[in-house]
C-alpha cells in the first residue's frame, strides 16, 4: 500500500531560520506528491506539489524536490517568517485513484 | 480560492442525536469527501463520492453516512451521534486525481 511518513513536531524556529521538514514516502506505482498548509482555524489548502521525479515544486518561497532515488519529498524555506506558523501536511496521489494518502501533519511554530 | 462551503460551522450536540452536516461547492467537482481531523491522528477519511449517487466507505466510516443526490451537495450524517464523533470535520473536492481543495470545516461536538 501507499503510506506518507512525515517528522513528529512541533517544530519550533525563530524568525528568518531556515526550515526543513522531512517526509518520505511509499508508494504503488509512480505518485504525485502535495504539500498542504493548514493555518489556525482553517482547512488545508495546496501549498506546492510535483508530479513527476527531480521536479521542484515551489510557492510562497518554499520549495521541495521530486527525489526519486530517497523517495522524499522534503519541504524547505531560506527564512521563515511569524505568519509560516502553520501545520503541514505531506501527501501523494498515485495515478488512477483518486484517494489521496495524507501524512500525519508537522506543526511548525515560528517565534519573533 | 476553490468555491466550497460547509454547513454549519460549529455545533453543539447530545449524545444519540442525528446531525446532518452539509458540504456545497460550485466547482462542478467530480469528487468529494469528508475528513475529520482529530489531534494525534491527522487527517482520516470518512467516505467519499465519485459522482451523484456513488459513494464508498472510508478508514473510519462506522456510525456516520452520506449521500450525494446532486453534483454541488454532499452530507455527511451521524445517525446517533456519540462523543467519540466529536471532532472537526472537513469537506474536500477534486477534479482530477490530484489537488484536493478544502472547505473551512466544521467543530462539531457531542456531550
Known amino acids: 500500500g501507499n503510506s506518507v511518513t512525515q517528522m513528529e513536531g512541533p517544530v519550533t524556529l525563530s524568525e528568518e531560520a531556515f526550515l526543513t521538514i522531512n517526509c518520505t514516502y511509499t508508494?504503488?506505482?509512480?505518485?504525485?506528491l502535495f504539500w498542504y498548509v493548514q493555518y489556525p482555524g482553517e482547512g488545508l489548502q495546496l501549498l506546492l506539489k510535483a508530479t513527476k521525479a527531480d521536479d521542484k515544486g515551489s510557492n510562497k518561497g518554499f520549495e521541495a524536490t521530486y527525489r526519486k532515488e530517497t523517495t522524499s519529498f522534503h519541504l524547505e524555506k531560506g527564512s521563515v517568517q511569524v505568519s509560516d506558523s502553520a501545520v503541514y501536511f505531506c501527501a501523494l496521489t498515485v495515478g488512477g485513484s483518486y484517494i489521496p494518502t495524507f501524512g500525519r501533519g508537522t506543526s511548525l511554530i515560528v517565534h519573533p | 480560492d476553490a468555491g466550497i462551503t460547509q454547513s454549519p460551522r460549529h455545533k453543539v450536540t447530545e449524545t444519540g442525536t442525528p446531525v446532518t452536516l452539509r458540504c456545497h461547492q460550485t466547482?462542478?467537482?467530480?469528487?468529494m469527501y469528508w475528513y475529520r481531523q482529530d489531534p494525534g491522528h491527522g487527517l482520516r477519511l470518512i467516505h467519499y463520492s465519485y459522482g451523484v449517487k456513488d459513494t464508498d466507505k472510508g478508514e473510519v466510516s462506522d456510525g456516520y453516512s452520506v449521500s450525494r443526490s446532486k453534483t454541488e451537495d454532499f452530507l455527511l450524517t451521524l445517525e446517533s451521534a456519540t462523543s467519540s464523533q466529536t471532532s472537526v470535520y472537513f469537506c474536500?473536492?477534486?477534479?482530477?486525481?490530484?489537488?484536493?481543495?478544502f472547505g473551512p470545516g466544521t467543530r462539531l461536538l457531542v456531550l
Open positions: 474536500a473536492i477534486s477534479g482530477t486525481a490530484e489537488t484536493q481543495y
Open positions: 508508494a504503488t506505482g509512480y505518485p504525485s
Open positions: 466547482e462542478n467537482h467530480r469528487y
